[in-house]
Nanobody, 119 residues
């Protein structure tokens, strides 16, 4: 059974940092690209960043460039999202999924982890 478990969210002040983690299971993690998405209240889900299976390729949404860093540990079946310089507009629930530019396991979503940026 494919499963994604996101963690690391919380309340942070503008300019602060958070590191999100996503533990994946039920598929060959080291053979799949991975990506992070976010969904703000009342809005659709959007791509934040993607990383290739071997970590050599990365892509970022415009809003994430220079502030967010995606990484992965294939030994731990985990993908990370380091978020620095957080802004109130970054407030959203963050999810991970397989895929590089779009989710390749759309039938499987975790509960996400809520990030709230507020003073």
């Amino acid at each position: 059974q494919v499963q994604f478990v996101e963690s690391g969210g919380g309340l942070v002040k503008p300019g602060g940092s958070l590191r999100l983690s996503c533990a994946a299971s039920g598929f060959a993690f080291n053979k799949n690209d991975m990506s992070w998405y976010r969904q703000a209240p009342g809005q659709g889900r959007e791509l934040v960043a993607g990383i290739s299976s071997d970590s050599y390729g990365r892509n970022y949404a415009d809003f994430a460039h220079g502030r967010f860093t995606i990484s992965r540990d294939n030994d731990k079946n985990t993908v990370y999202l380091q978020m620095d310089g957080l802004k109130p507009d970054d407030t959203a629930t963050y999810f991970c999924n397989a895929g590089y530019y779009r989710p390749s396991m759309e039938n499987y979503w975790g509960e996400g982890t809520l990030v709230t940026v507020s003073s």
